[in-house]
């Protein structure tokens, strides 16, 4: 897992209600993401920021939020526009845009 | 849709056997990277190997890469019971941009 943190590690979510996922690196990298994880799928692409105070949409932005405003912070927050967000959400940092990317352990997030 | 895909989706073996598994992509890449993930946790990241290599090795992990099919594989030798994961391809793009593939599950059996 690197020097990446991610909390918590279980998230229980409400309906209407926005939660934030928190993700931390302190490898001085410039680039972090965010993935989500459905049962037996692959990786796909939420947010990404090359930089801080710069972030780009994924593949899946719609019902996500986020911000980066310190280079080792990279919060998520899933919005109650998300109708289907149980899943398991993966954060990652890499030197710079492109470069291997190294991953944090994973939130798994629950609906009530 | 993915760009890489990954071949087969499961695998099972016996400890002490080769496990081989193969990743197909659609466009231009840079480098394919694969990683590997157990139950649960964050993924690992094994080998990169970049578009103008054919063949990495590492361990006992081979990466051989085909540009010319946009094919990669993965090969692992003499398995152990600690191999059995899931396990995915990444490509690279000129952009910077990641796609993985849905990934091998692979259960190495003692």
């Known amino acids: 897992d690197g020097g990446i943190t991610q909390s918590p590690k279980y998230l229980f979510r409400k309906e209407g209600q926005n939660v934030t996922l928190s993700c931390e690196q302190n490898?001085?990298?410039?680039?972090m993401y965010w993935y989500r994880q459905d049962p037996g799928q692959g990786l796909r692409l939420i947010y990404y920021?090359?930089?801080?105070?710069?972030?780009q949409k994924g593949d899946i932005a719609e019902g996500y939020s986020v911000s980066r405003e310190k280079k080792e912070s990279f919060p998520l927050t899933v919005t109650s526009a998300q109708k289907n967000p149980t899943a398991f959400y993966l954060c990652?940092?890499?030197?710079?845009?492109?470069?291997?990317?190294?991953f944090g352990p994973g939130t798994r997030l629950l609906v009530l | 849709s993915q760009q890489g895909e990954e071949d087969p989706q499961a695998l099972s073996i016996q400890e002490g056997e080769n496990a081989t598994m193969n990743c197909s992509y659609k466009?231009?890449?840079?480098?394919l990277q694969w990683y590997r993930q157990n139950s649960g946790r964050g993924l690992v990241h094994l080998i990169l190997?970049?578009?103008?290599?054919r063949e990495k090795h590492s361990g006992r992990l081979r990466v051989t890469l085909d540009t010319s099919k946009k094919s990669s594989s993965l090969l692992i030798t003499a398995s152990r019971a600690a191999d059995t994961a899931s396990y995915f391809c990444?490509?690279?793009?000129?952009?910077?941009?990641?796609?993985f593939g849905a990934g091998t599950q692979v259960v190495v059996t003692p």
């Open positions: 990652a940092s890499s030197i710079s845009h492109g470069e291997t990317q190294y």
């Open positions: 490898l001085n990298h410039d680039a």
């Open positions: 920021s090359q930089i801080v105070n710069d972030f």
């Open positions: 466009t231009s890449i840079n480098n």
């Open positions: 190997i970049r578009s103008n290599e």
């Open positions: 990444a490509t690279t793009d000129s952009w910077g941009k990641f796609q």
